[in-house]
């Protein structure tokens, strides 16, 4: 079974401040883990994706997240905040089928 | 850059009715998936489609609904009898291709309303 969960239902930072979006995963077996970003009233577009390649990873926009094995986790960080991030993002994690998502993350940016 | 897209964007149906969502995925893709997000709620996995057969569907998938993929380009969601609780946004997503087997691209999505 897989699941993720993502800490914090919404998040507010200031323009130019670190942004940092919490994910922690559950599986049997290493997965792959994706970070998705949904703007109002559109679809899911892809920001960054962890294959078992580099546990650091750098996705669009500025965006990049860290997998830690030994943490369970997988962070989205961005060092400064533009008002253009103002989004709801997903983290979701796969076994190679289905994508099981968290409940989402609704980042505000404070101008 | 290839592209998911979807159609209609908002559909709006009675009780009772019948729909078919369609989707166009990206070409070269092999696995499809339909997912739907009830308004403010995550976003939940329906269905994948391999080799033109389903290869996993979850408990929401129930005998109203059905997927097709009947030109070799579509991939359609027909719902046999709508309920109220079929309001939500679906999602269309593909994957699949030599490079980047895992990554799922997904639609703009169609916004379901029962009334």
């Known amino acids: 079974a897989q699941s993720v969960t993502q800490l914090g239902s919404h998040v507010s930072v200031s323009e130019g401040a670190l942004v940092l979006l919490r994910c922690n995963y559950s599986?049997?077996?290493?997965?792959?883990l994706f970070w998705y970003v949904q703007y109002p009233n559109q679809g899911l577009q892809l920001l960054l994706k962890?294959?078992?390649?580099?546990?650091l990873v750098k996705g669009i926009n500025g965006f990049e997240a860290e997998f830690k094995k030994s943490e369970t986790s997988f962070h989205l960080t961005k060092p400064s905040a533009h008002m253009s991030d103002a989004a709801e993002y997903f983290c979701?994690?796969?076994?190679?089928?289905?994508?099981?998502f968290g409940t989402g993350t609704r980042l505000t940016i404070i101008p | 850059e290839p592209e998911v897209t979807q159609t209609p964007s908002h559909q709006v149906t009675q009780m009772g009715q019948e729909v078919i969502l369609r989707c166009v995925p990206i070409?070269?893709?092999?696995?499809f998936y339909w997912y739907r997000q009830i308004l403010g709620q995550k976003v939940e996995f329906l269905v994948s489609?391999?080799?033109?057969?389903?290869?996993?569907k979850s408990e929401i998938f129930d005998d109203q609904f059905s997927v097709e993929r009947p030109d070799g380009s579509n991939f359609t969601l027909k719902i046999r009898s709508t309920k109220l609780e079929d309001s939500a946004m679906y999602f269309c997503?593909?994957?699949?291709?030599?490079?980047?087997?895992?990554?799922?691209?997904f639609g703009p999505g169609t916004r379901l309303t029962v009334t």
């Open positions: 997503a593909s994957s699949g291709d030599r490079d980047t087997p895992y990554e799922q691209y």
């Open positions: 070409s070269n893709h092999l696995y």
């Open positions: 489609f391999y080799n033109n057969e389903i290869s996993e």
């Open positions: 599986s049997s077996v290493p997965p792959y």
């Open positions: 979701a994690v796969t076994l190679g089928g289905k994508l099981t």
């Open positions: 962890y294959t078992s390649a580099a546990t």
